[in-house]
């Protein structure tokens, strides 16, 4: 029988659909996000770093256009600002903008996606998709918020549930506040987000969930949609090597290591044999 590789992952199997018989399964997309987890984390912009990730899925992403239209949504939000503004004042600004009709979103606010909620469609999780359409999830809905906040100065990141995303922003004090941004960006309390999503005393002392990520790991995060990609494109190698390569840089993350959990037994083994 052939014996495959996966290049740059050093993967081997003795069968695999998605792979060419006898040739390589190189992973370009695998190797950009690396460069981008080893660069220092002040050099790291976010929204750059989604959209690049993005367009390993829709290669009709345009990032310079994308980055420029984020720079021009930030700089009308500016202009409607005080000299001095505080960083309140700008927090509460930025909610009005993105989720209230109003001239800067031509009366055109940004919506939770009742639809699909959970994102279940790759597409409805991309960026470009959630600013042109105006209706986002989980994922889309804070990291927009997260780009436009930071370019306004706001001390804000991204934190996780189970099976959510939300921003955590810090004020002038230190203070740390949850938002949850697909109900307006509302104050919400730790309770809360505990009753909705049940998660242990243990899990929150070890830092899986409810803290502000690095852009490491916010990194980390946005590639979990790539990883989502492979699964829904029936790549299972692929699939099995991003889950093992993010959880390289981020060992604590839950959406990797589920996944990695259940790939099929096949893959499993072929991933141990290779860490032996």
């Not at 959630?130 to 209706?135: E, I, V």
């Amino acid at each position: 029988m052939d014996k495959i590789e996966m290049a740059g992952t050093g993967i081997y199997t003795r069968y695999g659909s998605e792979a060419k018989r006898g040739g390589a399964l190189p992973d370009e997309n695998r190797n950009t996000i690396q460069k981008m987890l080893e660069a220092p984390e002040a050099s790291i912009d976010l929204s750059t770093a989604k959209l690049v990730i993005d367009r390993m899925m829709d290669p009709s992403v345009d990032v310079d256009a994308t980055l420029e239209q984020l720079d021009e949504m930030a700089r009308g939000i500016r202009k409607t600002l005080p000299t001095g503004a505080s960083k309140r004042l700008v927090l509460d600004a930025l909610r009005f903008h993105i989720y209230q009709p109003n001239e800067w979103n031509g009366r055109r606010p940004f919506q939770y996606d009742l639809e699909d909620p959970f994102g279940r469609v790759i597409k409805n999780k991309l960026l470009s998709n959630y600013l042109s359409n105006r209706k986002g999830n989980c994922v889309s809905m804070p990291l927009l918020f997260i780009f436009l906040g930071q370019r306004l100065g706001l001390d804000v990141s991204l934190a996780a549930a189970p099976n959510h995303l939300f921003v955590q922003w810090r004020d002038s004090d230190g203070k740390l506040y949850n938002l949850e941004t697909t109900s307006g960006a509302g104050f919400t309390r730790d309770a809360w987000l505990r009753q909705q999503s049940p998660m242990t005393d243990i899990a929150l002392k070890s830092g899986i969930y409810m803290r502000p990520m690095s852009k490491k790991e916010a990194i980390v995060t946005m590639a979990e949609t790539l990883m989502a990609f492979y699964e829904k494109q029936n790549e299972p190698y692929r699939h099995a090597a991003m889950a093992h390569f993010l959880l390289k840089y981020s060992p604590n993350d839950i959406c990797a290591l589920l996944n990695l959990g259940s790939m099929p037994f096949r893959v499993a083994l072929d991933l141990r044999e290779h860490a032996a």
